[in-house]
């Protein structure tokens, strides 16, 4: 009893640390976007609408599976309730994105969200948790809050299933 006690403790400290850890966000780091102009994180958010920060890389199968899924999400609901904005970085090594390969995807897949590039260290730096695989997708609540960390593809619908849950 003692032993189950212990863990479920434990388990509770884990997940307060983890919850912790997902609010603190460097959302004023500014990265280049493929229009060669830097933005700031903190531009997408309106404090109306949910951000769905998804890192990705144009060499990765489940990030080219979920592409379209994205982009469909984001135009049914940059109008009214979220927006995509996609941080792409270089696979496999986690390295800087490589423009030219991500102008080409974009232009190839006729992704209409945002697009930055950066780094896997500068995902972790902004995010406050290291970045394990891609893609991963951080939801950051309309306040600024990171809420959700989803590590794998999303299809649209299962998108707008977490989002209802959340709001």
Avoid at 35 to 41: A, F, M
Avoid at 141 to 159: A, C, D, F, M, N
Wanted: proline residues 5%; charged residues 25%; aromatic residues 8%.
């Amino acid at each position: 009893m003692k032993t189950l006690r212990n863990c479920f403790v434990s388990g509770l400290t884990g997940l307060l640390l983890a919850v912790i850890s997902l609010s603190v966000l460097a959302l004023d780091a500014e990265l280049e976007g493929l229009d060669g102009k830097r933005h700031s994180l903190n531009e997408y958010l309106d404090g109306d609408k949910w951000v769905v920060f998804n890192v990705w890389a144009t060499r990765c199968p489940p990030c080219i599976d979920e592409a379209p899924e994205l982009d469909s999400f984001y135009l049914d609901h940059k109008d009214s309730d979220a927006i995509v904005v996609g941080l792409a970085l270089d696979y496999p090594s986690f390295g800087y994105a490589k423009r030219e390969e991500v102008e080409q995807f974009v232009e190839d897949y006729l992704l209409s969200f945002p697009v930055l590039l950066l780094d896997g260290d500068t995902v972790s730096e902004i995010f406050a948790t290291p970045l394990r695989a891609v893609p991963t997708t951080y939801i950051v609540s309309p306040e600024g809050t990171l809420v959700r960390q989803i590590t794998g593809g999303l299809s649209q619908k299962r998108l707008e299933q977490i989002l209802e849950k959340l709001k």
